[in-house]
């Protein structure tokens, strides 16, 4: 018998943990941090302590209460209650995406499970974990930084520096290139030893479902969607989708033919419920932020999300159009660097690299610059002497390089999405301080004063979506015609049960749905 549980992202936008079963094993669909759970009880001050473990996201119910996670996370007082939880026989996470809201509690299970991906998604795994120095052990999808019993057994000690990292098995859903299988093994730390994992294919493993894979547009690269085939019925999951980008149109017929199989689809709905969400494509975004580098002639600063690299090569194009040149980050050529190393596709052409002040380079990101991009390093000063001949790809957090750069005015394109908790407005508003400081315009995002308050509002054609808006699911899922619906990723569930009626099964997190 085939079974559906969603244990997180049932009625919240992300933390998607989803197990699938068909005849007593199964696989999970994603395995992500619910930042908006999270959010309610901690903030980048106030975090959970990797010392104790997994114990304070077990007491705060942020994670399964389940039998499926690391040993060496399990102290003397979660060990007893963690060894008595149902322990599910989980043959493979199979990712749908690198966004943190999928990924982001991988590091907390067992490395006995494996993970599957696409190509690009695994680079982008290796390569984020490789430069986030303080990543916690949630994070810790692409390789695990063991701990060991100290003399407290409520605490869970560090490794000295001569215990090895350990890669993970990971799979690829098409035979991985030689280059990321070196990439996998790259050592990111000349500090400490590193054992590399198994790198293979899907076709290794031994999964309860026939499993397909379809390659989705979202604002990351290496998104996919699965469809899960048993002779007891098949599975559709969307993971995060849309069809308004570069490469939506192209999906959509084939995406189409393989959900139509489908007895059940597992959809995302971030955007439902919205009334007049109509989508912004990029086409327009480029138009909006071309016009905008277009009409000045000072130093132009692009605020966009993280990892989202199709946003960074349309900045690429504006800054070959406009005659400027494109500067991006140590993190940002490491990164497309990863990429590289998946599809063998360049992306670094033209680009130049942003050669901060620091008494210290030894990042792996920092030692790839100084052995293969030096002569694109460009200092602060010779920023500052022609400001009007770069785009400099910046976010909030290196506002502090302007002090070095000392820009007399300029223009501060945002270019992603608007703010969804108390401390992302509070961000924004240290981000206008440091714009006013230094006479920067906006375009994107506006500050205005509402009873006396600061009112932060992001103006539209700035910013495409990764998400399909309501309209155009609504027309996706008539083409597909499941006969069950499972909306996760969303808080609008009654925006399905409107349109979708009986076929629609809104489970709470926790909650089964089995195909009879």
Not at 2 to 15: F, K, L
Not at 123 to 138: E, W
Request: hydrophobic share 35%.
């Amino acid at each position: 018998m085939v079974s559906v549980t969603v244990y997180d992202g049932a009625e919240t936008i992300g933390g998607n943990k989803i197990y699938v079963e068909n005849g007593g094993s199964g696989v999970f669909l994603d395995f992500g941090m619910n930042y908006s759970r999270y959010n309610e009880y901690f903030n980048e001050y106030l975090c959970d302590r990797d010392t104790r473990g997994i114990h304070d996201l077990l007491q705060l119910n942020l994670i399964p209460k389940l039998n499926i996670y690391r040993d060496d996370l399990l102290t003397s007082d979660t060990c007893g209650c963690v060894r008595s939880y149902a322990r599910p026989d989980v043959k493979a996470v199979l990712l749908s995406h690198a966004h943190m809201d999928h990924t982001g509690n991988m590091g907390l299970l067992d490395h006995a499970i494996p993970f599957v991906a696409s190509s690009l998604s695994l680079a982008i795994l290796k390569a984020q974990q490789d430069v986030s120095r303080n990543a916690g052990t949630s994070a810790e999808a692409a390789y695990v930084k063991p701990r060991v019993p100290g003399d407290n057994p409520l605490v869970c000690g560090s490794a000295g520096t001569k215990t090895p990292s350990v890669g993970r098995d990971l799979y690829g859903l098409t035979e991985p290139a030689a280059r990321l299988h070196d990439l996998m093994a790259a050592n990111p730390l000349k500090s400490k030893p590193y054992r590399p994992g198994h790198i293979g294919h899907l076709s290794e493993l031994d999964l309860p479902f026939e499993v397909d894979a379809y390659p989705m547009d979202h604002s990351i690269c290496g998104a996919v969607a699965y469809r899960l085939k048993s002779p007891d019925g098949t599975i559709f999951y969307t993971g995060d989708f849309r069809f308004h980008g570069e490469n939506g149109s192209q999906n959509m017929d084939r995406l189409v033919a393989g959900a139509r199989e489908a007895n059940v689809l597992i959809v995302e709905g971030t955007r439902t419920g919205r009334e007049g969400d109509h989508p912004t494509t990029e086409s327009d975004v480029y138009e909006h932020c071309k016009a905008a580098v277009d009409s000045t002639d000072k130093l132009v600063i692009a605020d966009f999300s993280a990892r989202n690299f199709e946003r960074l090569e349309m900045f690429a194009r504006i800054a070959r159009e406009t005659g400027r040149e494109l500067v991006i980050t140590t993190r940002d050529v490491y990164l497309l660097a990863a990429l590289e190393c998946a599809d063998g596709r360049c992306r670094m052409s033209n680009l130049l690299v942003y050669d901060a002040i620091s008494d210290s380079k030894s990042g792996c990101d920092q030692r790839l610059v100084e052995r293969e991009y030096a002569d694109r390093l460009l200092s602060p000063m010779e920023i500052s002497r022609n400001p009007g001949n770069y785009i400099l790809c910046f976010s909030f957090y290196d506002m502090k390089h302007l002090l070095d750069i000392k820009p007399n005015d300029g223009l501060y394109i945002y270019s992603s999405s608007e703010a969804f908790s108390e401390e992302q407005e509070i961000d924004h508003l240290k981000l206008f301080r440091w714009l006013r400081h230094f006479n920067i315009e906006t375009r994107g995002i506006r500050l205005a004063t509402e009873n006396g308050r600061p009112e932060i509002t992001t103006e539209p054609g700035y910013h495409a979506s990764g998400h399909i808006a309501g309209d155009e699911l609504e027309k996706f899922i008539d083409r597909i015609s499941p006969d069950i619906i499972i909306p996760v990723h969303t808080t609008a569930h009654s925006w399905f049960t409107s349109r979708f009626h009986e076929k629609v099964r809104c489970l709470k997190d926790g909650e089964s749905f089995s195909l009879n």
